[in-house]
């Protein structure tokens, strides 16, 4: 979610692309089990957790080198100097508000 309102700021777009992030991840569910039926009844599986273990050592390499940074270059990296997400979500964090206090 934070990438997604990091990547929308100041476009008016923030739903759409959340739908779209929770779009691929619905077709990634999807396209995996029947990846994972498929491979599980031909070969077996130890041979499928190998197959899904490698396809999520590559996502993480493409996410490492691929990902931009999406923080806006300057901003204050310290919550709470800007009220963190506490302050957005106050019903939440009520705990912590008590613990900072």
Same mark, same amino acid.
């Given at each position: 979610?934070?990438?997604?309102?990091?990547?929308?700021? %100041? !476009?008016?777009?923030?739903?759409?692309?959340?739908?779209?992030?929770?779009?691929?991840?619905?077709? %990634?569910?999807?396209?995996?089990?029947?990846?994972?039926? &498929?491979?599980?009844?031909? &070969?077996? &599986?130890?041979?499928?957790?190998?197959?899904?273990?490698?396809?999520?050592?590559?996502?993480?390499?493409?996410?490492?080198?691929?990902?931009?940074?999406?923080?806006?270059? %300057?901003?204050? !990296?310290?919550?709470?100097?800007?009220?963190?997400?506490?302050?957005?979500? %106050?019903?939440?964090?009520?705990?912590?508000?008590?613990?900072?206090?």
């Amino acid at each position: 979610m934070l990438v997604a309102a990091d990547v929308a700021r %100041g !476009t008016g777009r923030f739903n759409v692309i959340l739908g779209l992030f929770a779009a691929a991840q619905g077709l %990634g569910a999807n396209a995996s089990n029947v990846l994972v039926g &498929f491979l599980a009844a031909r &070969f077996g &599986f130890a041979a499928t957790f190998d197959v899904l273990a490698g396809l999520a050592a590559l996502a993480l390499a493409v996410f490492l080198v691929a990902m931009p940074e999406t923080r806006p270059v %300057g901003a204050d !990296t310290n919550a709470r100097t800007q009220g963190g997400w506490c302050s957005a979500y %106050g019903a939440f964090c009520s705990w912590k508000r008590v613990a900072l206090a």
